[in-house]
């Protein structure tokens, strides 16, 4: 499992293809982050691939 681009958490299933590069983020910080970016589509990973 990735860990978070933002508090170094070991949950990082969230993915933004709209942001430049691969980042991941957990839950709580991709909420953080997107919260002015309205149209960014944020991805969760399901156990298999990302949704």
Do not use: E, Y
Not at 11 to 20: E, G, N, R, V
């Amino acid at each position: 499992m990735a860990r978070c681009v933002d508090c170094l958490g070991p949950d990082a299933t969230i993915h933004c293809p709209s942001c430049l590069g691969d980042q991941a983020w957990c839950g709580p910080c991709a909420v953080k982050v997107h919260s002015r970016l309205p149209f960014h589509q944020l991805q969760w990973w399901n156990g298999l691939f990302m949704r």
